[in-house]
């Protein structure tokens, strides 16, 4: 049975990689290649099968980026849906046996989380000038370093929060599959369907997150 936190290491050029998590990184992509290809192969105006998955998926997040940003954050599209559909699949992938997910390594999670950190700074200036920067001096100069401390806790806290209930779920499902006989399988499949939900919950919450953070950044001072 797979052990939950026991990783191999390979070494690369000076650095230590978790061969496992490398992995199921790269099969959650060509997953979510793999859906993107059924529903783009045979586009028709009545969407079905994967065509109409896809496309209420990316209905909703549109909506949710309008709502959030406006017009002004529409080019951050491709990015927020590529986003979601990594989160949602590899939060899943961890339920097949013998599999683990990438978000159950903190090394993932945090890479996350710190590209979309250094995506909001740099969008920030690039959008607004270095007028951006005087949020960090708000209300009142003398705030600066509880903004700076709260700007560093963003990206811990956005990828402990993802790593820490997906890593818990696979934890959980393994002590239940080697506790429950055969014969009682009732408890195992109500926490897997739990798992499942919980996956998804944990993929919007993080979306939901990384745009409120970009919102920051995009976002028209006039509230557009």
């Given amino acids: 049975m797979h052990e939950i936190g026991v990783r191999e ?23 979510v290649i793999l859906i993107a290809f059924l529903a783009t192969r045979s586009l028709s105006l009545v969407p079905r099968g ?12 549109h909506g949710q980026i309008d709502a959030m940003m406006g017009k002004s954050g529409r080019f951050l599209a491709p990015f927020i ?26 090394n993932t ?11 909001v700074h740099f969008l920030g200036v690039y959008k ?44 959980l499902i393994v002590v239940l599959l080697m506790l429950m006989p055969i014969w009682m399988p009732i408890p195992a499949v109500c926490w897997l369907a739990f798992s499942i939900f919980i996956g ?12 409120a953070y970009l919102a920051n950044a995009v976002k028209e001072d006039s509230g557009e």
Avoid at 86 to 98: D, Q
Avoid at 109 to 119: D, G, K, P, S
Avoid at 200 to 211: D, P
Wanted: hydrophobic letters at 60%; glycine letters at 6%.
């Fill in 9 to 31: 290491t390979v070494q690369l050029a000076g650095f230590t990689f978790n061969w496992e998590t490398l992995e199921m990184t790269w099969l959650t992509m060509a997953i």
């Fill in 50 to 61: 994967w065509q109409m998955v896809v496309e209420l998926i990316i209905g909703w997040l």
């Fill in 81 to 106: 849906v590529s986003l979601f559909m990594f989160l949602l699949v590899g939060n899943w992938i961890g339920l097949v046996p013998t599999l683990s997910s990438p978000t159950n390594d903190l």
């Fill in 109 to 119: 999670t945090l890479a996350l989380a710190l590209t979309v950190i250094v995506m």
């Fill in 128 to 171: 607004k000038g270095f007028h951006y920067l005087a949020h960090f001096f708000q209300p009142t100069p003398v705030f600066v370093v509880i903004n700076i401390i709260e700007e560093i806790a963003k990206p811990i806290t956005l990828a402990c929060r993802l790593f820490g209930n997906i890593l818990a779920g696979e934890i």
């Fill in 200 to 211: 998804g919950v944990q993929a919007v919450i993080f979306t939901m997150l990384s745009m």
